[in-house]
C-alpha cells in the first residue's frame, strides 16, 4: 500500500512541473513572460528543425544566424526537433499552448501563451531576479 501512495505522490508532483525551456541561458519557463512568438528553422545539416523563440528579450543585431533565438538545452546545446507540430507539443509539455497563428508571406510563426498562471511566489523572486539583471 506505501509503494501505491508513493507512486501516486511522485506521479502527482512530477504531473505540475514542467521541464525547461532554455534561451539562451535563460529558461523562460522562469521568467515574468506571460506570451512567446516560435517557428521553426530548418537545419539542412540533420534534416530537422531548430526552435526559434522571441520571448520579448533585446535583439542582437549582430546575431545574424539568430543563435541567440534558438532553444537549447540547459548546457547551451540546440535542440533539434522532426517539424514544427514536435516543437509545439514539447512547449504544451512545458505549459505553453497556441493563442494566434501569425502568417505573412511564405512566413509563419505561433503566438503562444502560458497555461497556468506562475506561482504568485514565483513571480516575485523572477521579478526580484529580473530587476538586478534588468531582464
Given at each position: 500500500m506505501k509503494n501505491y501512495l508513493l507512486l501516486f505522490l511522485f506521479t502527482a508532483l512530477g504531473s505540475s512541473t514542467f521541464a525547461q525551456v532554455f534561451v539562451e541561458n535563460t529558461n523562460i519557463n522562469d521568467r515574468k513572460v506571460q506570451y512567446l512568438e516560435i517557428w521553426e528553422k530548418y537545419n539542412k545539416d540533420t534534416d530537422r528543425f531548430w526552435a526559434m523563440i522571441d520571448y520579448g528579450q533585446l535583439d542582437n543585431r549582430e546575431d545574424k544566424?539568430?543563435?541567440?533565438?534558438?532553444?537549447?538545452?540547459?548546457?547551451?546545446?540546440?535542440?533539434?526537433?522532426?517539424?514544427?507540430?514536435?516543437?509545439?507539443?514539447?512547449?504544451?509539455?512545458?505549459?505553453?499552448?497556441?493563442?494566434?497563428?501569425?502568417?505573412?508571406?511564405?512566413?509563419?510563426?505561433?503566438?503562444?501563451?502560458?497555461?497556468?498562471?506562475?506561482?504568485?511566489?514565483?513571480?516575485?523572486?523572477?521579478?526580484?531576479?529580473?530587476?538586478?539583471?534588468?531582464?
Open positions: 544566424s539568430g543563435q541567440a533565438l534558438m532553444m537549447t538545452s540547459s548546457s547551451g546545446q540546440a535542440l533539434e526537433f522532426n517539424g514544427i507540430v514536435n516543437i509545439l507539443n514539447f512547449m504544451y509539455s512545458n505549459g505553453w499552448e497556441v493563442l494566434h497563428v501569425k502568417t505573412i508571406g511564405d512566413y509563419e510563426s505561433f503566438i503562444l501563451h502560458r497555461r497556468f498562471p506562475m506561482d504568485e511566489n514565483r513571480l516575485k523572486e523572477t521579478a526580484n531576479s529580473n530587476d538586478a539583471t534588468g531582464g
